[in-house]
């Protein structure tokens, strides 16, 4: 059973062919993304990742590493703090900060940091359902 | 320049492949997803898309249409309030809550109903920032 303060991290990064495919799937191909010239004249500066990509890391460990399998997802908040770049370590970590045993639900925060600098880039809160580990 | 209470919206579907295409590039191969059998066991009882896979079209909405280029997301939130399904029409539609002129910000509510039954499947708000339309 997973208890109220267990933590959770796991690191992962993208490629640009990765963004690339993520923006044809999605239909969200904002040059921001993919246009190394077009993002040069902007406060980036180079391109940078879709926040959705990057969150992505949420739903991805729910689903498959913490609850894992089994896990509804309930809630999402998402807050981009700095933009994401490509072919760059993160570390998604997990906390749990309230398990409602009877609904077996918890709430979580979740955060994405970048390895080599320490800085946050998002920051959430989500709510999952676990019908035997919470 | 967008006002408040302007509102927006699109229509959208993905289909069992783009879930397949979803799962290999964010990792969530959560087999609710890929798996119809696996499914068939679960209280859905058939292959749901991924939250993060529908939720996608308010991210490709605001880079690429309301309010379009240039337009930087700094918050999102999402209650996933019930399953989405393949191959299904669903309208995502925005309306825009608040502005702060100043700095160029818009509170936007964020909703995805389904086309033919009018129920809502997600519900959030948004946060984002355009340097010329807000």
Do not use: C
């Not at 918890?106 to 955060?111: G, K, L, N, P």
Request: charged share 25%; hydrophobic share 40%.
């Amino acid at each position: 059973m997973i208890q109220i303060n267990d933590t959770y991290s796991h690191t992962f990064r993208f490629t640009q062919a990765e963004v690339v495919r993520f923006a044809a799937l999605t239909g969200d191909e904002n040059p921001l993304h993919l246009d190394k010239d077009y993002a040069a004249t902007t406060i980036f500066k180079q391109p940078i990742m879709h926040g959705f990509l990057g969150a992505s890391v949420f739903s991805k460990v729910f689903g498959m590493l913490f609850p894992g399998e089994g896990t509804i997802y309930l809630k999402q908040s998402m807050d981009f703090l700095r933009p994401m770049l490509i072919e760059t370590d993160y570390e998604a970590t997990f906390e749990i900060k309230e398990i409602d045993s009877e609904k077996h639900r918890a709430t979580v925060s979740t955060s994405i940091t970048d390895k080599t600098t320490g800085k946050q880039v998002i920051k959430g809160e989500a709510l999952v359902m676990h019908p035997t580990k919470l």
